[in-house]
């Protein structure tokens, strides 16, 4: 279990992925849900990176001027890249067979941007995964499609539920892939609170 003293640590999210990665990692915190609409993923003035990182940030600082200035508040965002492009969670079903058909046939990163907000002190870093999956056959991608766990998912699908099946390599941080990348978080978390 990560020491944190006395120190709060608040989760901008809330995503239950994120949530189970640090209760998993023995990291107490607790939950706020930023008031921020993300913004759609196409062509962002950004590079992937640091799009994800300043998505990352916006999400800690709104969260950050509601708490008080001890808190340690930790915001994330994680994006699926292709070949430079950003692909964001799937608009309908539709569009997520169109994500599983390309990704399922092509190497992508998982990027996950991190900040960590605390009174006046900011870091910023983020995780870059990459993963391999087969080729998904059309039924495949329908039956996937029809579960329902692409939604609300970057890139349409859930490493830590039945889309493990269609991966065949993870090169990096698998809980990047989840949603958080724990062993980034410890760190940073370690550095923000020695400091303190």
Same mark, same amino acid.
């Given at each position: 279990?990560?020491?944190?003293? $006395?120190?709060? &640590? %608040?989760?901008? =999210? =809330? ?7 640090? /209760? #998993? ?36 600082? $709104?969260?950050? +001027?509601?708490?008080?200035?001890? *808190?340690?508040?930790?915001?994330? +965002? ?9 692909? @964001? ?6 569009? *997520? /067979? ?32 990459t993963v391999r999956m087969r080729? !998904? ?11 329902? #766990?692409? %939604?609300?998912?970057? @890139?349409?699908? *859930?490493?830590?539920?039945?889309? +493990?099946?269609? %991966?065949?390599? &993870? ?7 989840? @949603? ?7 760190? !940073?978390? %370690? ?6």
């Open positions: 279990m990560l020491e944190t003293n $006395t120190t709060s &640590v %608040v989760l901008a =999210s =809330s995503s239950p992925r994120r949530q189970a990665l640090l /209760r #998993e990692a023995g990291i107490p915190f607790r939950a706020m849900t930023p008031p921020l609409h993300e913004p759609p993923a196409t062509s962002p003035p950004l590079s992937p990176t640091g799009y994800a990182e300043a998505l990352s940030y916006f999400k800690a600082r $709104t969260v950050a +001027d509601r708490c008080p200035p001890d *808190a340690c508040v930790l915001g994330a +965002d994680t994006i699926v890249v292709l070949n430079g492009r950003i692909m @964001g969670k799937a608009a309908d079903a539709d569009e *997520a /067979r169109q994500m599983l058909r390309t990704l399922s046939q092509n190497p992508h990163q998982v990027i996950t941007g991190v900040c960590l907000i605390r009174g006046r002190r900011r870091l910023i870093a983020s995780e870059a995964t080729p !998904m056959t059309e039924e495949e991608i329908d039956a996937y499609v029809a579960s329902g #766990e692409w %939604v609300d998912k970057a @890139g349409a699908y *859930a490493i830590q539920e039945t889309a +493990d099946r269609y %991966v065949v390599a &993870v090169e990096g941080s698998f809980t990047n892939v989840v @949603g958080l990348p724990i062993e980034l978080v410890r760190r !940073m978390l %370690v550095e923000m609170l020695s400091d303190a």
